[in-house]
């Protein structure tokens, strides 16, 4: 299952490692692929995820999801 996500604030290229090692975390995830210069978060997982479980890991990164 892919689901699709926004984050704001990242501005370099460790940025992107940082969400996608807190995104690779979750339980079920099994790719993240983060576009910079969109912000556009891109995830496999095995089901759906809680969109809270998302949330916090990107605040983890020090970023924030786009509403």
Known sequence: ME???HV???TCGHCVQA???EISGIAGVSAVE???ATGRVLVTSDGPLRPE???EAV???GYQLAV
Do not use: I, P
């Open 19 to 21: 969400v996608t090692g």
């Open 34 to 36: 983060v576009d910079l």
């Open 3 to 5: 689901s699709e996500y």
């Open 53 to 55: 479980d998302v949330s």
């Open 59 to 61: 605040v983890e990164a």
């Open 8 to 10: 704001t604030g990242m």
